[in-house]
């Protein structure tokens, strides 16, 4: 076989290939031409390759683990984030609304003390950059600590002027209800659900739906809604420590802040939270203590 091949100069140049050499050329360009065909099949057979492409994926796999714990931990800390906001946002309302009957009890200007708007801030401008998570969480826990340091100043305070305001109506000796007769005393008793032994911390007056309950003596209220077993629940502090609880109200005629005086009424009896039926669970407490109404109305049952 003859295979004529042009120079650049012109010239052509006859190259005779005999059937061995033409036969061996064609097994070259047959190699080159299947090499990236036994490449591929190399790499799919070949044990070692397939266990370097499953190593590979249990990386990724773990990796994606990781990631899901990541999240997961994120979510958890976000939660518990929201949490304490919650509670803070709690204490802050029940703050402001004490704040606004101090103001008004100590006759306060109003332009000085306003608890329904954010106070005024200011200062030069600088390099601003965001908190970091710590930076955050610490924040938060430090906020917390003041608020709780403001709100017992603030009830010291409160203390102060109802002594002032009221002078002896806030000592605790009124009847808690206009009529009804007491069913069940301080200290320990049957308890009528589970039939066991149990502590009771108030007292118990059986009364028609819709009888009067009355303030046993003035001060400000300081919670009125509702509260797990306690059904519909009005607090009221009087100062010097004392606190009194009205508990299982159907109906409350007052709110968080209000002042009230001695006999006022302040809701109506009724069997909200955990009641065998309709009656007043009345608590009296001393700095955060509870103690036997009896011996604070003993006169007035």
Known sequence: MK???????????????????????????????????????????????????????????????????????????????????????????????????????ASLDEGEFTFDETPATGGPDASVRPLAGFELKDALAELSISLKRRESELEVLESLLLDREYDTSTEVVGRPVARGWVSSPFGQRVDPFSGGTAWHAGLDFTARPGT??????????????????????????????????????????????????????????????RASGPHLHFEVLKNGRHVDPRRYIAGNL
């Open 3 to 105: 295979l004529i091949l042009l120079r650049q100069s012109g010239h052509a140049v006859t190259v005779r290939l005999s059937r061995p050499r033409l036969a061996a050329l064609s097994m070259l360009g047959l190699a080159l031409a299947s090499l990236p065909v036994l490449a591929a099949v190399h790499l799919l057979t070949n044990p070692l390759d397939r266990t370097y492409i499953a190593d590979w994926r249990d990386r990724i796999a773990e990796q994606q683990t990781d990631l899901k714990s990541l999240e997961s931990v994120a979510a958890a800390e976000s939660q518990a984030v929201g949490r304490q906001l919650a509670g803070m946002q709690a204490r802050l309302m029940r703050m402001e609304a004490l704040g606004a009957r101090v103001a008004e009890v």
């Open 212 to 273: 009067e309950v009355r303030a046993a003596a003035a001060g400000i209220v300081i919670f009125a809604a509702y509260r797990a077993d306690y059904g519909n629940t009005i607090e009221i502090n009087h100062g010097d420590g004392y606190v009194t609880r009205y508990a299982h109200q159907k109906e409350l005629m007052v709110a968080t802040g209000d002042v009230v005086k001695r006999g006022q009424g302040i809701g109506t009896v009724g069997s909200t939270g």
